[in-house]
């Protein structure tokens, strides 16, 4: 016999880190989802984050951080800015005890596949659809909530409709006139380099940015130290796809960064293909709701990737969205307006900070860069950044 699960039928378009958040704090809410994912298989590229306490404390109420602790890097040393050539260190945090002690959790590395398979064990499987590509969602057609329009010309009714399906969200279409994404002038690229072929410099469990003219360059390890994560920005020139599966050669990577410290250059040289991807900067929504229908994670809040926050922040909005529709299971609408005043203020913020990291990163030598490491020498980012760091999606209140 079949039962129908109690609550509101809440789907999930998109099975990323956003959308299987948003599946595992519906389900400890008490409350089912259906997330379709377009993808054949739930993967992530080979990419490293950094997750912060305000991710962590989220995850380890999952139970999450038991899968992903032996995959997990804990940092000791954070913000470890050097200048591009020399190597001089501008500014270090320790993080080690402190962390901890300021904000309850320490600060974590890991692989993005590690992550999303940990999310993935806290997720029922039947509650996932693989290779189901929305194409559009109406709010005419079904009597309450809304209908989803597959890419196999198959249609879903349901009374609540999360769009966590990315930076190029379908659904997004329908809740807001996002304005056009602007070309920023600077790409990302990433690669991943195996311990054995790592030199001993990058295995310190440190966050380690080098500051240059026009580009910036970080790595720290993953994996539980079996490799280490590279991400640098580069000026764009006339590059501009937005894409997690688009790659370029060494050759082209290590010529971005001729001339700086050889432990940036050996380290370009020892990584795989490299991914590159065009950073498009893009204004904060208006508005993230339509009725019953909303918006998590990238497709409602895309971030300059400069604060590492991009993800911390979709497992936030899952927090949030889950315990505002459990308090009003039979008010979606209601529950999701909810949702929407608890979080867009904050993550407009935050795309407005990591947004002005673009230039502070990359100024010429001379007055300005002077100025700038001046500050970072002075600053203490752990406590400055506490508004970030400190921010409890479970305790704080809905409106
Ligand atoms: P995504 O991860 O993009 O997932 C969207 C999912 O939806 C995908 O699985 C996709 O296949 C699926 N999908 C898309 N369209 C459809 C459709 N029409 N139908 C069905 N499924 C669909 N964040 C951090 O917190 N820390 C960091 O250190 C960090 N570093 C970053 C470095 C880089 C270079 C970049 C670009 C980002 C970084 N971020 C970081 C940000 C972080 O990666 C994102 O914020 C996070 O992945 C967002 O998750 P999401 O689930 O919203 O979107």
């Given at each position: 016999m079949h039962v129908t699960p109690p609550g509101p039928r809440i789907a999930v378009v998109g099975g990323g880190i956003g959308g299987l958040a948003a599946a595992a704090f519906l389900r400890r809410a008490g409350l089912t989802a259906t997330v379709y994912e377009q993808a054949s298989a739930l993967t992530e590229v080979g990419a490293g984050l950094v997750l912060a306490p305000n991710a962590v404390r989220l995850l380890r109420r999952l139970g999450v951080m038991d899968h992903l602790a032996p995959h997990a890097v804990p940092l000791d040393w954070a913000w470890e800015f050097r200048r591009w050539d020399d190597g001089d260190v501008l500014s270090v945090e320790r993080l080690t005890g402190v962390c901890e002690e300021l904000y309850g959790e320490r600060t974590y590395t890991v692989h993005r596949a590690d992550l999303l398979d940990a999310l993935k064990s806290v997720v029922p499987k039947e509650w996932i659809r693989l290779g189901a590509r929305c194409t559009g969602v109406d709010t005419d057609g079904a009597v309450d909530g809304a209908r989803l329009h597959f890419a196999d010309g198959t249609q879903v009714d349901a009374d609540v409709v999360v769009g966590a399906d990315g930076v190029h969200s379908v659904v997004r279409g329908l809740v807001a006139d996002?304005?056009?994404?602007?070309?920023?002038?600077?790409?990302?690229?990433?690669?991943?380099?195996?311990?054995?072929?790592?030199?001993?410099?990058?295995?310190?469990?440190?966050?380690?940015?080098?500051?240059?003219?026009?580009?910036?360059?970080?790595?720290?390890?993953?994996?539980?130290?079996?490799?280490?994560?590279?991400?640098?920005?580069?000026?764009?020139?006339?590059?501009?796809?937005?894409?997690?599966?688009?790659?370029?050669?060494?050759?082209?990577?290590?010529?971005?960064?001729?001339?700086?410290?050889?432990?940036?250059?050996?380290?370009?040289?020892?990584?795989?293909?490299?991914?590159?991807?065009?950073?498009?900067?893009?204004?904060?929504?208006?508005?993230?709701?339509?009725?019953?229908?909303?918006?998590l994670g990238d497709a409602a809040h895309p971030m300059f990737p400069f604060?590492?926050?991009?993800?911390?922040?979709?497992?936030?909005?899952?927090?949030?969205?889950?315990?505002?529709?459990?308090?009003?299971?039979?008010?979606?609408?209601?529950?999701?307006?909810?949702?929407?005043?608890?979080?867009?203020?904050?993550?407009?913020?935050?795309?407005?900070?990591?947004?002005?990291?673009?230039?502070?990163?990359?100024?010429?030598?001379?007055?300005?860069?002077?100025?700038?490491?001046?500050?970072?020498?002075?600053?203490?980012?752990?406590?400055?950044?506490?508004?970030?760091?400190?921010?409890?999606?479970?305790?704080?209140?809905?409106?």
């Open positions: 996002a304005e056009p994404a602007q070309y920023s002038g600077l790409c990302a690229f990433r690669a991943i380099v195996p311990a054995e072929a790592a030199p001993e410099f990058a295995l310190r469990r440190a966050q380690t940015l080098w500051l240059g003219p026009g580009r910036h360059f970080v790595h720290y390890p993953i994996g539980g130290g079996r490799a280490v994560n590279i991400f640098a920005a580069a000026p764009a020139g006339d590059y501009t796809r937005e894409s997690w599966s688009a790659t370029t050669t060494t050759a082209e990577f290590a010529a971005e960064f001729a001339g700086w410290d050889p432990r940036v250059t050996e380290l370009i040289a020892t990584g795989g293909v490299p991914g590159r991807w065009a950073l498009l900067d893009r204004t904060p929504l208006p508005r993230w709701s339509h009725g019953s229908v909303t918006l604060f590492a926050q991009g993800a911390a922040q979709s497992l936030e909005d899952a927090a949030v969205l889950a315990r505002a529709l459990a308090a009003d299971p039979d008010g979606p609408a209601r529950a999701l307006a909810r949702y929407e005043a608890v979080r867009i203020a904050r993550t407009a913020r935050l795309q407005e900070v990591s947004r002005s990291r673009r230039d502070a990163n990359h100024l010429p030598d001379g007055p300005g860069q002077r100025a700038r490491d001046a500050s970072l020498a002075a600053a203490d980012p752990l406590v400055g950044s506490g508004w970030i760091y400190g921010y409890d999606a479970d305790e704080i209140p809905l409106p």
